[in-house]
């Protein structure tokens, strides 16, 4: 794939489509290595790089939440914030099925299906973040106000150290 071509998925069109500010980045994507591969790829530091993720309640109701790369989620504290039982991670199947994107490639713009998006909250306080741009080995770069400008999303304080 050439440099200057970028993958034209769901993410990217919506992006454009709301004439916002970013910058595609291509790496050479590794099988399960996760935000600590993007970050080295990228040359930033991994708490820039916002994972997407997608979850589901008690009852199957999906949800997707935007976390730091060097923090995980406490399930139990994002539940007891929204009001729920439990939060499990979806399998890889049901995300699919939820978002349209695969794992590894999950934007959280332009999702198959309206997802309740929950962010947290000190990702606002950085300059510059990548989130997915839809496809594996693909991240956007922009600035945290477009994810809250266009998702709306939930800020909440759930993430702990790995």
Do not use: W
């Not at 980045?25 to 080295?40: I, K, M, P, Q």
């Not at 399930?75 to 349209?100: F, M, Q, S, Y």
């Amino acid at each position: 794939m050439a440099k200057d071509k970028i993958p034209m998925t769901p993410a990217i069109r919506l992006l454009k489509q709301a004439m916002v500010d970013f910058t595609p980045h291509l790496y050479s994507y590794e099988e399960r290595g996760g935000t600590t591969v993007s970050a080295r790829e990228l040359g930033v530091n991994e708490h820039q790089i916002i994972k997407t993720l997608v979850m589901e309640n008690e009852q199957g109701k999906p949800l997707i939440i935007l976390m730091h790369g060097d923090l995980e989620v406490s399930t139990k504290e994002l539940a007891r914030t929204i009001g729920v039982k439990t939060i499990t991670p979806c399998n890889p199947d049901v995300a699919l099925k939820h978002t349209g994107y695969q794992i590894g490639g999950t934007s959280p713009f332009a999702t198959r299906k309206e997802t309740p998006v929950y962010m947290e909250a000190t990702i606002t306080a950085l300059p510059h973040i990548y989130l997915n741009g839809g496809k594996r080995g693909f991240l956007v770069g922009l600035a945290p106000q477009v994810v809250v400008d266009l998702l709306k999303p939930v800020l909440v304080g759930v993430g702990i150290k790995k």
